[in-house]
């Protein structure tokens, strides 16, 4: 078979590259060799038992067949409380979609709102898969650089610029706290940039998957619950996956005006259908007890982040803005990349310099748009951390 049989949307699409050093890093481990790997973009921590017993009592149950697409209904109203508890948001639950990860929800949101071209705002750096998903759709990503001594957050001018430039923008992907920066938008900045969505009626998706990831005693504000005008506008994407370390259950979850999630719920019945069965009832068990499971893994999170932080500032010539939340960082290592003995000029061969020569596993940065950087996941032990710095430290060493 040859590739014309093969579509646009095929064709255009990009490997993850996150996932591409995981599985280049676990062909390595898997020959034996000691591979530091801070590629990886999941808690390395168990899944609470309390979750993992209620998954078991599922299966006991008998409740193992098809659900509702968008989700069973004591599942929509665990996540309508949740949404209440932490974000102060009032939710019909019949305007919450369960999807299989947070990654599906977005594109069922994509699919539901977008026609071809309409142009989708993405600040960058950015989260892999929001460019290849708005091009899945025949949407048009329309970047929006940030700068390291902003702390990598767009403004409400930049927005409001670019906007009077396009001719058919649709929606602005937000993502706090951010993959791969780390930043956080606090409340005073999501009000000033939803001011300028509804000045242009153009839709937010607000991905808040790491919202319960989040240090320095700072607060996570959905932009959501800045007002009822822009929550109108705001379709909010979080899951269970990050916080509870259930990346490999695949749940996710969008809320948002009634009738984009009606369609989206369409869109969904025609694909995926529904989210297993036990995952559903295991996420309806995690959303409304608490062992205390979740604080101290983000309390682990934060002290990994210290030391991380600090380590990378031993380093001459790497500087790194410090992430407020989720668990990566994005060190600057364009003096590395201008002149060195290895003629190595862009972060992609330095990681697989890196990567293939010291055995430590990082992402670069080229990946999530930002070039001179690499991303560091310390989901990962100090142990191992402390190791594999050493080994980047050593490598970026030998270039000079």
Same mark, same amino acid.
């Given at each position: 078979m040859n590739g014309s049989h093969l579509s646009h949307r095929a064709k255009a699409i990009r490997p993850s590259p996150t996932l591409t050093v995981s599985a280049l890093a676990g062909e390595m481990i898997d020959r034996g060799l000691d591979v530091v790997n801070f590629?990886?973009?999941?808690?390395?921590?168990?899944?609470?038992?309390?979750?993992?017993?209620?998954?078991?009592?599922?299966?006991?149950? *008998?409740?193992? &067949?098809?659900?509702?697409? %968008?989700?069973?209904?004591?599942? &929509?109203?665990?996540?309508?409380?949740? @949404?209440? &508890?932490?974000?102060g948001l009032i939710c019909n639950p019949r305007d919450i979609l369960v999807s299989p990860g947070a990654k599906?929800?977005?594109? *069922?949101?994509?699919?539901?709102? $977008?026609?071809? &071209?309409?142009?989708v705002l993405?600040?960058?750096?950015?989260?892999?898969?929001?460019? =290849?998903?708005?091009?899945?759709v025949d949407g048009y990503p329309v970047l929006l650089p940030t700068q390291e001594e902003q702390d990598f957050k767009i403004t409400a001018e930049q927005l409001d610029n670019q906007l009077r430039e396009l001719s058919n923008p649709k929606a602005?992907? @937000?993502? =706090?706290?951010?993959?791969?920066?780390? =930043?956080?938008? *606090?409340?005073?900045?999501?009000?000033?940039?939803?001011?300028? $969505?509804?000045?242009?009626?153009? @839709?937010?998706?607000?991905?808040?998957?790491?919202?319960?990831?989040?240090?320095?005693?700072?607060?996570h504000v959905s932009i959501a619950s800045i007002s009822p005008a822009i929550r109108e506008n705001t379709i909010l994407i979080n899951g269970v996956s990050k916080a509870y370390a259930m990346t490999g259950w695949r749940l996710g979850y969008a809320a948002g005006p009634t009738e984009i999630i009606k369609m989206a719920s369409r869109i969904q019945s025609h694909t995926t259908s529904c989210v297993n069965s036990i995952t559903q009832k295991a996420a309806v068990v995690a959303l409304r007890e608490d062992d205390g499971s979740v604080e101290k893994m983000r309390q682990t999170f934060e002290k990994r982040r210290n030391f991380l932080m600090k380590s990378l500032q031993e380093i001459?010539?790497?500087? $790194?803005?410090?992430?407020?939340?989720?668990?990566?960082?994005?060190? *600057?290592? %364009?003096?590395?990349?201008?002149?060195?003995?290895?003629?190595?000029?862009n972060s992609q061969s330095l990681c697989e310099y890196l990567l293939k020569e010291y055995h430590v596993a990082i992402v670069p940065g080229s990946a999530f748009g930002a070039p001179d950087y690499v991303r560091f996941s310390y989901a990962n032990s100090l142990e191992n951390i402390e190791k594999g710095l050493h080994r980047f430290a050593e490598g970026l060493s030998s270039l000079l």
């Amino acid at each position: 078979m040859n590739g014309s049989h093969l579509s646009h949307r095929a064709k255009a699409i990009r490997p993850s590259p996150t996932l591409t050093v995981s599985a280049l890093a676990g062909e390595m481990i898997d020959r034996g060799l000691d591979v530091v790997n801070f590629g990886v973009g999941e808690p390395d921590f168990d899944t609470p038992q309390y979750i993992k017993n209620a998954a078991k009592k599922a299966v006991d149950d *008998n409740f193992t &067949r098809y659900t509702s697409s %968008s989700g069973i209904l004591e599942l &929509r109203e665990a996540i309508a409380e949740k @949404l209440w &508890r932490d974000n102060g948001l009032i939710c019909n639950p019949r305007d919450i979609l369960v999807s299989p990860g947070a990654k599906a929800s977005i594109i *069922n949101i994509l699919l539901a709102v $977008c026609d071809p &071209r309409d142009e989708v705002l993405i600040p960058a750096p950015y989260w892999v898969s929001y460019t =290849s998903q708005v091009e899945m759709v025949d949407g048009y990503p329309v970047l929006l650089p940030t700068q390291e001594e902003q702390d990598f957050k767009i403004t409400a001018e930049q927005l409001d610029n670019q906007l009077r430039e396009l001719s058919n923008p649709k929606a602005l992907i @937000l993502n =706090s706290p951010n993959n791969p920066t780390g =930043s956080v938008y *606090n409340a005073r900045e999501l009000e000033d940039i939803g001011k300028i $969505c509804l000045k242009y009626n153009i @839709l937010i998706i607000s991905d808040e998957i790491y919202e319960k990831l989040i240090y320095d005693n700072l607060k996570h504000v959905s932009i959501a619950s800045i007002s009822p005008a822009i929550r109108e506008n705001t379709i909010l994407i979080n899951g269970v996956s990050k916080a509870y370390a259930m990346t490999g259950w695949r749940l996710g979850y969008a809320a948002g005006p009634t009738e984009i999630i009606k369609m989206a719920s369409r869109i969904q019945s025609h694909t995926t259908s529904c989210v297993n069965s036990i995952t559903q009832k295991a996420a309806v068990v995690a959303l409304r007890e608490d062992d205390g499971s979740v604080e101290k893994m983000r309390q682990t999170f934060e002290k990994r982040r210290n030391f991380l932080m600090k380590s990378l500032q031993e380093i001459p010539h790497v500087r $790194c803005c410090k992430p407020g939340g989720a668990f990566y960082a994005m060190p *600057n290592v %364009s003096h590395y990349l201008m002149e060195n003995k290895r003629n190595i000029r862009n972060s992609q061969s330095l990681c697989e310099y890196l990567l293939k020569e010291y055995h430590v596993a990082i992402v670069p940065g080229s990946a999530f748009g930002a070039p001179d950087y690499v991303r560091f996941s310390y989901a990962n032990s100090l142990e191992n951390i402390e190791k594999g710095l050493h080994r980047f430290a050593e490598g970026l060493s030998s270039l000079l």
